[in-house]
């Protein structure tokens, strides 16, 4: 797994770098939000660890809102500020997690690998909407079979889909309501401790 480490502290850098390669990252490490966005262009990497205060004219925030308008990657903030402004700053562009520095590598290391796994759900969960909207353009204005139903499809395509929903906890089914055919996918939330919601 490839990281981009944005920090401007050269020995803090350096501390994380060594230690995020003992866990078997490859870490490539620029010092500026203005490098960074420029090392993406050219660079594929899995993940980003951004510092707030940068060097230069902008800072951590501003360089990844700039990084996610171009590219769909996971940014985590990694910084010394504890402040509750501050974190509803980094909140408002990416949820993928904030560490504070004196965290160890352990806590590092889990934090990554939870948004992973999120930026992962995310995407499997747009695929399924992408095919699902393309079955709802296929069928709508044609319509369906009133005993149409995903279980008992023949074709391998919707069973696929609706196996993978219900490994999910999610359902699919069709709202004969409107002209021709729409497909409705539905997911459970469940409420978490700090008030958020996940799948």
């Keep these: 797994m490839k990281i981009l480490l944005v920090e401007d502290e050269y020995l803090i850098a350096m501390t994380e770098t060594n230690a995020l390669k003992d866990y078997g990252y490859e870490v490539r490490h620029v010092s500026s939000g203005e490098k960074a966005i420029e090392i993406v262009k050219s660079e594929g990497f899995d993940l980003i660890l951004m510092d707030i205060n940068l060097e230069n004219e902008i800072d951590g925030i501003e360089t990844a809102q700039i990084i996610l308008d171009k590219l769909d990657i996971p ?16 909140e408002k562009v990416t949820s993928y997690g904030y560490v504070v520095k004196s965290s160890t590598i352990t806590v590092l290391d889990a934090s ?78 469940k409420e978490t401790k700090n008030g958020t919601s996940k799948i």
Excluded at 75 to 83: M, W
Excluded at 120 to 149: H, Q, S, W
Excluded at 162 to 170: A, D, E, F, K
């Design 75 to 90: 940014i985590i903030f990694v910084s010394s500020h504890i402040e509750k402004e501050v974190v509803e700053r980094t």
């Design 112 to 189: 990554i690998k939870k948004a992973m796994k999120l930026f992962n759900a995310k995407k499997e969960v747009g695929k399924y909407a992408l095919t699902c909207r393309k079955i709802k353009e296929e069928l709508n204005g044609i319509g369906m079979p009133d005993n149409f139903n995903f279980d008992n499809s023949e074709g391998f395509g919707l069973q696929l889909i609706s196996g993978l929903l219900s490994s999910m906890q999610g359902s699919i089914r069709i709202d004969r309501e409107v002209k021709g055919a729409s497909i409705i996918i539905e997911f459970k939330y």
